[in-house]
């Protein structure tokens, strides 16, 4: 069985930074891309980022790009995500998930692990 337990948001004010981290546990991390979404009040969960087994060609949305960095540590099995210049439509709960053997994907669906999520807040 496979957990993920995301920390690291908060409140922040806006162009502040955040760092979360998605511990995992589990065999074969590395084995599996792994990806970021989130979830505003009212709104469909939308995709963040998303990275390969080995840490290489990372996919953001665009709403994220070149303020987000998604990053990993297989030898500590754990996912990160990098906020920088965070904006008030930022906040939401953020949740990590484990690919199921798909490669970094956009879609929530093909994503067979999900932590519990985390909540990050940025204020005007």
């Known amino acids: 069985q496979v957990q993920l337990v995301e920390s690291g948001g908060g409140l922040v004010q806006a162009g502040g930074s955040l760092r979360l981290s998605c511990a995992a546990s589990?065999?074969?991390?590395?084995?599996?891309?792994l990806g970021w979404f989130r979830q505003a009040p009212g709104r469909e969960r939308e995709f963040v980022a998303a990275l390969s087994r080995s840490g290489s060609s990372p996919l953001y949305a665009d709403s994220v790009k070149g303020r987000f960095t998604i990053s990993r540590d297989n030898a500590k099995n754990t996912v990160y995500l990098q906020m920088n210049n965070l904006k008030p439509e930022d906040t939401a709960v953020y949740y990590c998930?484990?690919?199921?053997?798909?490669?970094?994907?956009?879609?929530?669906?093909?994503?067979?692990?999900w932590g519990q999520g985390t909540q990050v807040t940025v204020s005007s």
């Open positions: 589990g065999r074969a991390f590395s084995s599996y891309a």
């Open positions: 998930a484990r690919n199921g053997g798909y490669g970094t994907s956009r879609y929530p669906n093909t994503y067979d692990f």
